[in-house]
């Protein structure tokens, strides 16, 4: 539930922001000049804020869309990403984003626009090459669509560019506008982040369940939406092998294999400032400590318990798909 929105004074007045705040008559509506006020300001307690954040709208003025991280990508050579929010609504206990950001509450960029232009002329600045868009690298991409309805507007622009591909990832359930469309986009790959059940009650909090995912997914490849499966991170625990195991073939044999566009593993890697700042909000949480090691920059498993987990998992997977669905992550 949102109880504040903060908006900017510059985009009080335009009809989007004006829509969004209709939905919420209840909810007390603040102005501020920049949204970086009340985003960045200091001494900010994240974990009280993530029980009840505040929407802030905003407009982005310049970075709109930045090369994708080396090894991100699922096949593509021009690969880039958006981020017309920042933060998520659920509250994963391994999500990069709580050291990210002094913040839990959510910023949208209103200025949807400035988003397509850039997306476009990233498209022709490549010609006839194919170029991969990522969406839900800073947020889910779904889960406030019924608010923000920018992936609504965003599709068109890969309607009138089918050499340029969208992926769309989230853990959401809230596909129903997709459902709605009738004219389904081969270039846009819904990307579902997927756990089993277990990691998902105790790490991934206020996300849908896995079956309801499978569900939505189900949905999705019936109504004929490429679909994207995404595991990562896979996390390292005591008898992890008969977990995944188990989850994989729950996966695999309640979707068609087919329509599957892509899959993805990883393993669990932050940066180090990031990992810092999350365990001082859960210093007692083990996931967060337990098998790890860290050098100058970086915190994840330690190299020989990362390279089983990885190879057990991809064994795993690589019984049910293609060599060519497949693409482990890099980064």
């Not at 958006?82 to 959510?106: E, K, T």
């Not at 990307?191 to 996300?207: C, N, R, W, Y």
């Not at 989850?247 to 695999?252: A, D, N």
Request: charged share 20%; proline share 5%; aromatic share 14%.
């Amino acid at each position: 539930m949102i109880e504040t929105i903060y908006v900017e004074q510059s985009c009080i007045g335009s009809d989007r922001v004006q829509t969004i705040i209709k939905r919420f008559p209840r909810t007390r509506i603040l102005e501020c000049e920049f949204y970086s006020q009340v985003f960045n300001r200091a001494g900010q307690n994240f974990r009280l804020q993530k029980k009840l954040p505040c929407l802030i709208l905003a407009q982005k003025h310049k970075g709109f869309v930045l090369p994708a991280p080396a090894g991100y990508g699922i096949g593509g050579k021009h690969n880039f990403y958006f981020s017309h929010m920042l933060n998520c609504l659920y509250d994963c206990r391994y999500c990069f984003l709580q050291g990210m950001y002094r913040s839990a509450n959510y910023v949208l960029f209103v200025n949807y626009e400035d988003f397509a232009t850039d997306i476009e002329r990233k498209i022709v600045e490549h010609g006839q090459d194919s170029v991969y868009f990522f969406s839900g690298y800073d947020c889910d991409s779904l889960a406030l669509e019924p608010v923000s309805r920018f992936v609504e507007f965003i599709l068109p622009v890969f309607a009138r560019n089918p050499q340029a591909y969208l992926e769309l990832r989230t853990k959401s359930t809230q596909v129903r506008q997709l459902l709605d469309i009738q004219a389904v986009l081969p270039n846009v790959i819904v990307a579902f982040s997927l756990s089993p059940e277990k990691i998902v009650q105790a790490f991934e909090i206020k996300t849908p369940s896995l079956q309801k995912r499978i569900s939505a997914m189900q949905k999705l490849q019936a109504k004929g939406w490429p679909i994207g499966l995404r595991f990562d991170p896979v996390l390292l625990f005591e008898n992890y092998e008969l977990t995944y195991k188990e989850f994989f073939h729950t996966v695999f044999t309640s979707l068609d294999i087919e329509k599957i566009h892509s899959v993805s593993l990883g393993g669990f890697r932050m940066p180090k400032h990031f990992h810092e700042k999350i365990l001082k909000l859960y210093p007692e949480e083990p996931l967060l400590s337990a098998g790890m090691q860290s050098d100058k920059s970086l915190v994840a498993y330690r190299p020989d318990d990362e390279k089983e987990l990885l190879a057990f998992c991809q064994a795993e997977i690589l019984k049910y798909i293609q060599p060519d669905q497949y693409f482990p992550c890099q980064y």
